[in-house]
């Protein structure tokens, strides 16, 4: 079997983590290697490809006769104000595609009650965390705020579409693009999955200059330590 696999969006979050993988690993590699029991591997941005090319990785190695393990996706993210700061880590305990269903003059109908064969939905818009990976985490991030992460297509960029979002979803602490595509590629190949996430701005109407992401890349450089 082979180790784990890391899938992030862009490169500049692979890089993040390589760099506390690098530095986590005693001693050190002069050269900056991750560890060889890991890979890190951006993978796109959004639900469809990232989770299209994890599946796709995951089904090369299965076919290899060297499956990976467990696979995380992780990166930077939106933080829900109150809920999680700019700067800080999270890791979800499920990953939700927040956006997957239908609006009506009533507001937004989630798939599940659409009415569609339970079949079809591939475990519906929730994907939760291995437990047992999600642990191990949790006790070398003790500092990491746990909860829902949402998927989303479309950042949330309003007042009134952040406030809806969080009313939908009060256990939710962050939002981002992957990992609800990345946990249906872990579910359907059977391998463990977990996500984490660094807040570089706070949900909501959208501004550049509150965004930190030198705290974000640096928290995620940080946390890459608990990935080893």
């Known amino acids: ?62 076919a290899a006769g060297r499956p990976y393990r467990a696979v995380v996706s992780a990166g930077i993210a939106g933080g829900f104000a109150g809920r999680v700061a700019v700067g800080g880590t999270v890791l979800a305990d499920r990953s939700v595609a927040a956006d997957l269903g239908a609006e009506s003059p009533a507001g937004f109908i989630p798939v599940e009650d659409l009415g569609m064969p339970l079949e079809l939905l591939g475990g519906g818009r929730t994907v939760l965390a291995d437990p047992a990976l999600l642990a191990r985490l949790r006790a070398a991030l003790p500092g990491a705020t746990v909860g829902t992460v949402l998927t989303v297509s479309t950042v949330t960029g309003t007042a009134a579409s952040t406030a809806a979002l969080a009313e939908r979803h009060p256990e939710a602490v962050a939002e981002a693009m992957e990992g609800y595509g990345v946990g249906v590629a872990a579910a359907q190949a059977g391998v463990p999955f977990a996500e984490l996430r660094t807040v570089s701005n706070p949900i909501g109407p959208r501004d550049r200059s509150a965004w930190r992401m030198r705290e974000a890349f640096a928290a995620l450089t940080a946390a890459a330590a608990a990935l080893h």
């Open 1 to 62: 079997m082979t180790g784990l696999l890391v899938v992030t969006a862009v490169p500049a979050e692979a890089e993040a983590i390589r760099a506390g993988l690098a530095a986590s690993t005693a001693p050190a590699p002069p050269d900056g290697t991750v560890p060889p029991d890991v890979t890190v591997l951006p993978v796109g941005v959004g639900p469809a490809v990232a989770g299209a090319a994890t599946a796709r990785l995951l089904a090369l190695a299965e």
